[in-house]
């Protein structure tokens, strides 16, 4: 998080809990407020003023199109909201990127910015817009207070990487939300949930991940294959593990965001990934961009087009740099495949190959996702698929032998199981017995997050950089 872990766990979240419990409902959103400006400027200190502007435009374009009906008027400020906002985007998450390639294409020499990326920028910038778009599809109506929309856009739970909460999830508990202990604990156990995915799962794998890529010219093709499954469980657990910490914490405060991951790792087609994989983002760009280009309801040729429209900006949006849109022009070609030829014969295969061939299609696109660096990408690839190294080797034993526990708990933890099993158990004769238990366990599971924190500088977010 912006703030370190342990700062953020023993101090400024419990600070923040009994401040926002003690104080009567109609100043809530004002705590809320101040705190999640504090938790911004603590890591940004001079780019709160952009989240600011953002809030100012669009919450002053939201009171502009409840006034106006001429659809002139209207339309022209829902024009002026997105281009300020995607420019605002743009300068500071592109401008170096389009200098590189600018320089690179016609052999110039501009300098580059190097413009600090203010944190979580593409989901605050994300958040307005879409409130001003569905604002001006009357879909919502327009928030008359600018507490309460400031509130809404800097909320500290899920300020910095998600998930993309729309206005529409959250308005009506702006102004009126319940807040009592069933939401506190259940909140508090999907916030530990979360902290155990991040911690334990994705900081430790994603240690494995840095091992190998700090020498994988080195390891064998199996050593390799271990690397990249590694970050795929990494991103994973990195990113729903933090999506479950905001819902929880949003839970605590009275809020109920929308989930964002379905355990994506179950599914038998990239059709079915991506209904299940950061859903907020894919809803984002199905709404706002696909439907409103044609969707599926047009000729084949714009369909198409619509599609790899759609994945182009998926993958930009992850970040600025070539790898990420040819990840995602790579993913909406799979897309196209599986919509037009490949459907039948997908549904005529056994479950496990389904799945087999989905995850191999998966991997293949993280391996895109992590390099950069597309010379790297080449020679890891190469490797990976055996040009130019053996099979196996004693490396790969031993980081099998040291994270195998690890990995297990990954795969365990990517499927419905323990949901499964949670949910039965809740059900049977002795749900306090099962209470008990659960307490338990997730104290002994917190001492071991809070010891793994204290003795492990590895704790980066990958999607704060998004």
Same mark, same amino acid.
């Given at each position: 998080?912006?703030?370190?872990?342990?700062?953020?766990?023993?101090?400024?979240?419990?600070?923040?809990?009994?401040? /926002?419990?003690?104080? *009567?409902?109609?100043?809530?959103?004002?705590?809320?407020?101040?705190?999640?400006?504090?938790?911004?400027?603590?890591?940004?200190?001079?780019?709160?003023?952009?989240?600011?502007?953002?809030?100012? =435009?669009?919450?002053?374009?939201?009171?502009?199109?409840?006034?106006?009906?001429?659809?002139?008027?209207? &339309?022209? $400020?829902?024009?002026?909201?997105?281009?300020? &906002?995607?420019?605002?985007?743009?300068?500071?998450?592109?401008?170096?990127?389009?200098?590189?390639?600018?320089?690179? $294409?016609?052999?110039?020499?501009?300098?580059?910015?190097?413009?600090?990326?203010? %944190?979580?920028?593409?989901?605050?910038?994300?958040?307005?817009?879409?409130?001003?778009?569905?604002?001006?599809?009357?879909?919502?109506?327009?928030?008359?207070?600018?507490?309460?929309?400031?509130?809404?856009?800097?909320?500290? *739970?899920?300020?910095?990487?998600?998930? #993309?909460?729309?206005?529409?999830?959250?308005?009506?508990?702006?102004?009126?939300?319940?807040?009592?202990?069933? &939401?506190?604990?259940?909140?508090?156990?999907?916030? =530990?949930?979360?902290?155990?995915?991040?911690?334990?799962?994705?900081?430790?794998?994603?240690?494995?991940?840095?091992? #190998?890529?700090?020498?994988?010219?080195?390891?064998?093709?199996? !050593?390799?294959?271990?690397?990249?499954?590694?970050? +795929?469980?990494?991103?994973?657990?990195?990113?729903?593990?933090?999506?479950?910490? +905001? #819902?929880?914490?949003?839970?605590?405060?009275?809020?109920?965001?929308?989930?964002?991951?379905? /355990?994506?790792?179950?599914?038998?087609?990239? !059709?079915?990934?991506?209904?299940?994989?950061?859903?907020?983002?894919?809803?984002?760009?199905?709404?706002?961009?696909?439907? *409103?280009?044609?969707?599926?309801?047009?000729?084949?040729?714009?369909?198409?087009?619509?599609?790899l429209i759609v994945w182009m900006l998926t993958g930009l949006w992850h970040g600025a740099s070539w790898n990420f849109i040819i990840w995602g022009i790579y993913f909406g070609i799979i897309l196209i495949l599986e919509k037009f030829v490949l459907k039948k014969y997908l549904e005529k295969m056994p479950?496990?190959?389904?799945? =087999?061939?989905? %995850?191999?299609?998966?991997?293949?696109?993280?391996?895109?996702?992590?390099?950069?660096?597309?010379?790297?990408?080449?020679?890891?690839?190469?490797?990976?698929?055996?040009?130019? !190294?053996?099979?196996?080797?004693?490396?790969?034993?031993?980081?099998?032998?040291?994270?195998?526990?690890?990995?297990? $708990?990954?795969?365990?933890?990517? !499927?419905?199981?323990?949901? #499964?099993?949670?949910?039965?158990?809740?059900?049977?004769?002795?749900? &306090?017995?099962?209470?008990?238990?659960?307490?338990?366990?997730?104290?002994? =599971?917190?001492?071991?997050?809070?010891?793994?924190?204290?003795?492990?500088?590895?704790?980066?977010?990958?999607?704060?950089?998004?």
């Amino acid at each position: 998080m912006v703030f370190s872990s342990i700062p953020f766990i023993f101090f400024f979240l419990p600070i923040f809990l009994i401040i /926002y419990y003690v104080v *009567p409902f109609k100043a809530k959103n004002v705590i809320l407020l101040i705190f999640s400006l504090i938790f911004y400027a603590w890591g940004e200190p001079v780019y709160i003023l952009l989240m600011v502007f953002s809030s100012v =435009l669009d919450y002053v374009n939201g009171r502009l199109l409840e006034k106006y009906e001429k659809k002139r008027i209207r &339309n022209f $400020i829902l024009l002026e909201s997105v281009i300020v &906002n995607l420019l605002l985007l743009s300068f500071f998450k592109y401008s170096d990127f389009l200098i590189e390639s600018i320089n690179s $294409i016609f052999n110039t020499s501009i300098p580059l910015l190097n413009l600090p990326l203010p %944190i979580g920028i593409s989901f605050f910038t994300f958040q307005t817009m879409s409130y001003t778009i569905d604002v001006y599809r009357k879909e919502v109506p327009a928030e008359k207070s600018f507490i309460h929309f400031m509130t809404y856009v800097s909320m500290f *739970p899920q300020l910095i990487a998600g998930p #993309i909460v729309r206005y529409e999830t959250v308005h009506k508990e702006l102004e009126n939300r319940e807040i009592n202990l069933d &939401n506190f604990s259940n909140g508090l156990v999907r916030f =530990l949930e979360g902290l155990f995915k991040k911690v334990l799962i994705a900081n430790t794998l994603g240690f494995l991940w840095i091992s #190998i890529l700090n020498d994988f010219t080195s390891f064998s093709s199996m !050593t390799l294959f271990l690397g990249i499954l590694s970050f +795929a469980f990494q991103i994973y657990f990195d990113f729903s593990g933090y999506s479950d910490m +905001a #819902i929880g914490m949003g839970k605590m405060l009275g809020f109920h965001y929308l989930e964002n991951f379905n /355990y994506p790792y179950i599914s038998k087609s990239i !059709t079915e990934f991506w209904r299940r994989w950061h859903i907020s983002l894919s809803t984002f760009f199905k709404d706002y961009v696909y439907i *409103p280009l044609g969707g599926n309801r047009c000729s084949t040729i714009k369909n198409i087009r619509n599609i790899l429209i759609v994945w182009m900006l998926t993958g930009l949006w992850h970040g600025a740099s070539w790898n990420f849109i040819i990840w995602g022009i790579y993913f909406g070609i799979i897309l196209i495949l599986e919509k037009f030829v490949l459907k039948k014969y997908l549904e005529k295969m056994p479950n496990f190959l389904r799945h =087999l061939y989905s %995850i191999l299609l998966i991997l293949i696109g993280w391996l895109i996702f992590a390099f950069e660096d597309m010379n790297v990408l080449l020679e890891y690839s190469k490797r990976l698929f055996g040009f130019e !190294t053996r099979f196996i080797d004693n490396d790969f034993l031993f980081f099998i032998k040291n994270y195998l526990v690890f990995i297990v $708990i990954a795969m365990i933890f990517s !499927t419905p199981i323990t949901r #499964i099993i949670k949910e039965k158990i809740a059900k049977a004769r002795y749900k &306090n017995i099962y209470n008990i238990g659960i307490f338990i366990s997730f104290l002994f =599971l917190f001492m071991i997050v809070i010891s793994f924190l204290v003795s492990d500088t590895y704790n980066p977010f990958l999607y704060f950089r998004f």
